[in-house]
């Protein structure tokens, strides 16, 4: 039988093309990837730089569109803006705007967010640290419950000084240490600090940069985890390491406390008119332990108008059968401290060089004190004195104060008191009158029986 080239039979109807058949190939030099697939014949160069060119071509029409499109909406977004002021509501910021693409927002919008916070800092200032808020979502996976909670708590200052922030963190390490299990193929002195403390150390210090009586405890702790044997049973070393917190908190906290509040207190002459700044946990205990042993004396309270923590003392310590005068500010310094003879005030830290780290306003008070011809006493713990570094000034080693970091100021938390403006040093360690002088702090530190401080 005769075929036609089609290879149907010759004289027989062609079937006609039904709706569900393949578009015909569009003309031209330029096939779109459909017709390309079907099409085995291959390009010729021409046709491939052909192709390329109209990409290249719908690509830029496609980005000229988005830009006006963009252009379009601007005003809309503005208005919108606008309007959710006038109805009290907080304009979206970019970063929420991107999220509602269904991204999440990129590393660099949380960069861009961080420095909008500190844009009211000069440059001059940017290495200072600031305490702020981790949120849970981003802490690390291995970060404990208990440290979680101490760093919010020290984010949010409702631990501000720093031994109350050193009590949270050996707590919240002995939790830490209680649940811990050494992997197999471990050792506990070898396995604890890098993997386990590290991170719940890292997250304490974003949250608020290390106070003093942390680094110096720290490094404490991981001598003694290092100091053990990789062959050591993970209970007894566990038990031991609990036990050394402990002590940790009974004699350089606890007892430390109480031994300076006594030694101070026998410093404190019968009829003195004493001077203190602000509120310190020390001075509060020293004053009242005097009143206990039976010393009559006057308290000049100079506040600071930030923190406002004079006014508790001053309720406190006329309780106590105390007479106060309370001062809100500075403002007047000069006359108060006049007829002042004993000026005692709280420190954060002391240096190698003997310079005091306290509250902003201490060097004020002191360096008046001082010219005024009073005694200018400081209390501290040893766990807070800084062996190895010194400080001239208050822009090294210190902190910006968030609740007042604002676009036009922003706040110190503590300035530095040199050497020359403090009288002596009362410490749980009694020598000679029960204080030392601020030079003499590497020779204290090495009279102490730990070979760990001294």
Known sequence: MATESNGAPAGAPVPKETKTSAPAPAEGPVAGPAAAATNPEKLTPAQLKAKAKAEKAARRQ????????VAAAAPAKEAGKGKGKQDGQPAQSKQHRGSMSGRRP????????????????????????????????????????????AGQQMATFAIKDSISRLEATLLAFKKVIESYETPKGNSLSRHLVPHVLNPQIEHL??????????????????TKINSFDINDPEDETKEELLEWI??????????AEYLIARNAAGLIEEGEKVLTYGRHRLVEKTLLKAKEIGKTFDVTII???????????????RQAGINVLYSPNLGGLRPK?????????????????????????????????QNAGAKVTVLCETINFDRERVSVDALTYNEIDPERNTAECFRLLYDNTQDKYISGVVTEFESGGGNSPAQAILALLRTREDPQIA
């Not at 496609?62 to 499109?69: G, Y």
């Open 246 to 255: 402990d002590t940790m908190i009974n004699e350089r906290i606890k007892l």
């Open 62 to 69: 496609k980005v000229i569109a988005n830009k006006e499109a």
């Open 205 to 222: 210090t974003e949250c608020r940069p290390m106070c003093f009586a942390m680094g110096n405890a720290i490094r404490l702790l991981k």
């Open 106 to 149: 990129s590393i660099g919008g949380l960069v861009e967010k961080e420095k909008d916070v500190r844009s009211g800092i000069p440059e001059c200032f940017s290495h200072v640290p600031m305490a702020k808020r981790v949120p849970l979502s981003q802490a690390h996976k291995d970060v404990d419950p208990a440290v979680l909670v």
């Open 303 to 317: 506040d600071d108008p930030y923190e406002g923590g004079g006014q508790t003392l001053a309720k406190t310590l």
């Open 337 to 369: 401290v006049a007829g002042a003879t004993n000026v005692i005030l709280g420190g954060e830290a002391i240096f190698a060089n003997g310079s005091l780290n306290a509250a902003s306003g201490t060097a004020d008070v002191a360096m008046a004190g």
